[in-house]
């Protein structure tokens, strides 16, 4: 199978999401409230994804196996509002490039734990050296970034 077409959906989703944090800063400037904004855009997802769900998914999946799901799969939404208020108070701040060159490296370091671990049921993947340059190498990225805005 060929992975490309799905490594440039991945950089196109990318792109896309660099556009959510001042999207969503300007609702919260406007509404005065991060908050707010963070549910009024969580509420959107939602509307979105229900008909996406229906029609493409065409409504698949076995709600009587949520009471199956361990509590903690329930972080994951937690981890979603994180993400979006914490884009909204953040990325004003720092700026758009800097704050995702940061949320990047925070990605690496905690992908790369999980996959020493083998977290979740996933195949362990202990780290190596390439793996710390690469880690070293994007911590590096975020410092020029901060540097490059001074």
Request: proline share 5%; glycine share 12%.
């Amino acid at each position: 199978m060929n992975n490309w077409i799905y490594l440039a959906a991945a950089i196109a989703i990318g792109a896309g999401i660099s556009f959510q944090p001042p999207i969503n800063g300007t609702m919260a400037r406007t509404l005065g409230s991060p908050l707010l904004a963070a549910t009024l855009s969580m509420t959107i997802s939602l509307i979105v994804v229900i008909p996406l769900w229906l029609l493409i998914g065409k409504g698949g999946g076995d709600f009587s196996q949520i009471k199956a799901l361990p509590w903690w799969v329930l972080i994951g939404g937690v981890l979603g509002v994180m993400f979006v208020a914490g884009s909204i108070v953040v990325a004003p701040v720092t700026g758009v490039a800097l704050f995702f060159v940061c949320v990047v490296a925070g990605q690496l370091i905690g992908s790369t734990f999980i996959d020493q671990i083998g977290a979740f049921g996933l195949e362990t993947k202990p780290v190596n050296p390439m793996k710390i340059i690469g880690l070293v190498l994007v911590l590096a990225g975020a410092a020029l970034v901060q540097l490059s805005n001074n």
